[in-house]
């Protein structure tokens, strides 16, 4: 599975939209980019994935560039409860594959 | 749907006993389901890869005869950790994949494994 960078945290105003960044430039044709996030002391939630298309789902929107070799996870309008480390992975899409975690973003959403 | 729990949420044992942490998919087929660990302030870390009816598949460095998958059913899997010692205190998480359809994985609410 290919490599992704992230920064390792950010901060975020209630109620303004939160833009994760994510670069994977050695991402395969056949690779999807995944997001997840863990609140503390929880297992990791799955948000939203995608190819090459922008995807957007009740939770946020998924920007992939034309390239495929970066990508940004929007939260629309951030909540104290959004407070999370956010984790962008890439892999194959078969469902038997595992998941490769590296550092994440650690977000603060702050009042 | 796509229910995964984790049973029990919180244990805590005495060096040298065994403690089974179960797994279970509530409302789907699962035919693959993976175990994780994950110390303070650190990132998951993939112990082990479980298919039902298979032996586990167990990433380098993971002691099989330690850590003791069981894969039985499609919405079942346990990890028994054996003669635990204070070190192997963790938190332990498991996630589930269904055996159709959509293709991210599920995870359960994790475990917190504390050995005195």
């Known amino acids: 599975d290919a490599k992704t960078t992230q920064p390792p945290s950010m901060d975020c105003a209630e109620g303004r939209a939160a833009n994760l960044p994510c670069n994977h430039s050695t991402i395969s044709g056949n690779e999807y980019v995944y997001w997840y996030r863990q609140i503390h002391s929880q297992g990791p939630q799955y948000i939203i994935h995608g190819l090459k298309n922008n995807e957007t789902n009740e939770m946020a929107s998924l920007i992939i560039t034309e390239d495929r070799k970066s990508s940004t996870l929007i939260l629309p309008h951030a909540t104290l409860r959004d407070t999370a480390v956010y984790y962008c992975?890439?892999?194959?899409?078969?469902?038997?594959?595992?998941?490769?975690f590296g550092g994440g973003t650690r977000l603060m959403v702050k009042p | 749907g796509a229910v995964v729990s984790q049973h029990p949420s919180r244990v805590i044992c005495k060096s040298g006993t065994s403690v089974k942490i179960e797994c279970r998919s509530l409302d789907f087929q699962a035919t693959t389901m993976f175990w994780y660990r994950q110390f303070p302030k650190q990132s998951l870390m993939l112990m082990a890869t479980s298919n039902e009816g298979s032996k586990a598949t167990y990433e380098q460095g993971v002691e099989k005869d330690k850590f003791l998958i069981n894969h039985a059913s499609l919405t079942l899997s346990t990890l028994t950790v054996t003669s635990a010692h204070p070190e192997d205190s963790s938190f332990y998480i498991c996630?589930?994949?269904?055996?159709?359809?959509?293709?991210?994985?599920?995870f359960g609410p994790g475990t917190r494994l504390t050995v005195l």
């Open positions: 992975i890439v892999r194959v899409g078969n469902a038997g594959n595992m998941l490769t």
């Open positions: 996630s589930a994949s269904r055996r159709e359809g959509l293709n991210e994985q599920f």
